[in-house]
């Protein structure tokens, strides 16, 4: 139990934050199943787009480290690369 009164704000706080981090982690994780689950070109293609615009937005909204999400990125597009889809890098 907190003693300080500042402690238990900073409790409340974390709690808070860690269910919005979690929200977007899930998020990103399933888009990038949906990537590696994907069964068409087509769709693996969209699917690809989509999971770079969510590791872009995490990284803006400071819950992923930039470097992270370019290590991700750059694992989709090795893995995009081997099923042959084109995508334009932009």
């Known amino acids: 139990m907190p003693h300080h009164k500042s402690c238990k704000k900073r409790l409340k706080q974390a ?3 860690n269910a919005y981090n979690k929200h977007y982690k ?3 994780k399933t888009a990038l199943k949906k990537v590696k689950n994907s069964e ?3 769709d693996a293609k969209v699917n690809v787009i989509a999971a770079q615009s969510i590791l872009d937005k995490l990284v803006i909204k400071g819950i992923l480290k930039k470097n ?3 290590n991700k990125k750059s694992k989709l597009m090795k893995f995009a690369e081997k099923m042959q889809i084109i995508i334009f890098k932009l």
Do not use: I, T
Request: no cysteine; aromatic share 0%; charged share 35%.
């Open 68 to 70: 992270n999400a370019s």
């Open 26 to 28: 899930s998020m990103m």
């Open 40 to 42: 068409n070109k087509e």
């Open 15 to 17: 709690k808070k934050q």
